[in-house]
């Protein structure tokens, strides 16, 4: 299409990132978002920008590993028990998309988009001088069992064939020399050096203003309540402020997609998987290394600004309370691996659903129903590494640019 005026509606990682990358082409570029932008899932995340995240949640073994969580008390992983068909439908496909194939499949395509939006973090950063707190040294995956440790060497043997990069394996002394904070009685970790991490919340709220300085109109507080259509063409945009027409709109809601099918003409099996966070000022002697401690799904995010600890997948449905048992399970696992280093006074307490498709890959392409509709939704638990990849594939799809890596492992019909 050639440029006109385009609507991107959702201010997250994805549609901020649509809007950037669109309103770079030449397009007249209107934001809209039912609250504040950069202030949903894109905002308490962990923040890492991980190459190393190619496998799906849905794999060879998920649900003979996952079902023992589900039963457990307390847990990291939670399903909130409830007769809703549209969870149970979920967990039917993702159950049939657990095979090897499959995720090999996936694993190329989330590949492919998360090099990309690597790519694009570089320039972004870089060309609009954004201070998001970024960190290049790595993440690293901490195991406190060796069995564990041991067991993932045969995924980054198929990282390494596949993709040509692979973690570094640690032992206990190496991991404690390298990142002292850590107690000196675990099994070791692997190093992802190519990984990297930001402060979403900075980076968003930089994006939002370089927005600005480009021209983009960014609406807020000012949810899409309907859709006109004429002939399977989209004409305008209905909100509780008026009527907004463009030639072209772009939905990008993230958790929120599944409620907007009526506008999109389909209905996306995407759930929101909730997730917490905590958010603490910068304290002397905190660690220096983002790390997961992967037998207890729990992750620590470093910043010269501060240290934010984040974790849990609860499929509540759109529930907005937060249950200081579920935020206990953050600080709860610290100890497991980290030695004399006090947990700080966490200030920010913070959740977020994380916008889960039954395959692990996003949606990413035109309505069925409207032409000039594209949906940009469904990133899981990497939409903050994925989200300007996607907002540029946007951007050429829409603007009729052959796409920078193949689009079709996204398309709706799949
Ligand atoms: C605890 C936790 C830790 C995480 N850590 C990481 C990490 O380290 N790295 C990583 O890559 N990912 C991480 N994620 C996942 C990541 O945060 C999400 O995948 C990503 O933020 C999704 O971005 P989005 O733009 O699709 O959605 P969102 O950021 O949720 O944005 C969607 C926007 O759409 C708006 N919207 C919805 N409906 C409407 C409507 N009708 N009208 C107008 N606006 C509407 C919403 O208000 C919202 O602002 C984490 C998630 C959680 C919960």
Same mark, same amino acid.
């Given at each position: 299409m050639t440029p006109g005026r385009v609507i991107v509606v959702g201010g997250g990682v994805v549609g901020a990132s649509a809007a950037y990358y669109l309103s770079q082409r030449g397009w007249e570029v209107d934001l809209i978002d039912q609250?504040?932008?950069?202030?949903?899932?894109?905002?308490?995340?962990?923040?890492y920008i991980c190459?190393?995240?190619?496998?799906?949640?849905?794999?060879?073994?998920a649900i003979a590993k996952t079902l023992p969580l589900i039963l457990?008390?307390?847990?990291p992983f939670a399903v909130r028990p409830r007769l809703d068909l549209h969870l149970i439908s979920f967990f039917a496909r993702f159950a049939m998309n657990c095979r090897d194939d499959l995720m090999q499949e996936t694993s190329v395509a989330l590949h492919d988009l998360l090099q990309h939006a690597k790519d694009c973090y570089e320039q972004i950063i870089r060309e609009e001088? &954004? @201070?998001?707190?970024?960190?290049?040294r790595g993440c690293l995956f901490i195991y406190r069992d060796a069995h564990h440790l041991d067991a993932f060497a045969s995924e980054n043997e198929y990282i390494r064939r596949r993709f040509g990069f692979c973690a570094k394996r640690l032992d206990g002394r190496e991991l404690a020399r390298l990142?002292?904070?850590?107690? @000196?009685d675990l099994a070791g970790a692997w190093l992802f050096e190519s990984d990297w991490h930001i402060r979403p919340d900075r980076f968003m709220a930089g994006l939002k203003s370089v927005l600005a300085r480009r021209g983009v109109k960014v609406h807020e @507080?000012?949810?899409?309540i309907g859709l006109n259509a004429q002939n399977g063409r989209a004409l305008a945009v209905q909100t509780p402020q008026g009527m907004l027409a463009a030639d072209a709109f772009v939905f990008?809601?993230?958790?929120?997609?599944?409620?907007l099918k009526a506008m999109l003409g389909c209905r996306l099996p995407i759930e929101p998987g909730k997730g917490y966070s905590m958010t603490a000022d910068f304290t002397p002697g905190q660690p220096t290394y983002p790390m997961i401690f992967e037998e207890h799904r729990v992750a620590i995010t470093p910043w010269k600004s501060g240290l934010r600890i984040g974790s849990t997948m609860e499929f509540a449905g759109y529930d907005e309370s937060i249950r200081p048992e579920r935020l206990r399970l953050l600080t709860d696992a610290a100890p497991h691996y980290l030695r004399e280093w006090q947990l700080p006074q966490f200030k920010e307490q913070w959740f977020g659903w994380r916008p889960m498709t039954p395959d692990g890959r996003p949606y990413i392409d035109f309505s069925p129903k409207l032409s000039n509709v594209m949906i940009a939704a469904?990133?899981?638990? &990497?939409g903050m590494s994925t989200g300007p990849g996607t907002g540029r594939l946007v951007a050429e799809m829409l603007s009729g640019e052959s796409p920078g890596f193949d689009p079709r492992p996204f398309r709706i019909g799949r």
């Open positions: 609250g504040k932008v950069g202030e949903a899932c894109s905002a308490g995340n962990c923040g190459p190393s995240h190619v496998f799906p949640l849905c794999r060879p073994g457990r008390r307390n847990s001088r &954004i @201070d998001c707190d970024l960190e290049t990142e002292p904070t850590l107690r @000196d @507080d000012c949810p899409a990008a809601t993230g958790a929120w997609t599944p409620r469904g990133h899981n638990m &990497i």
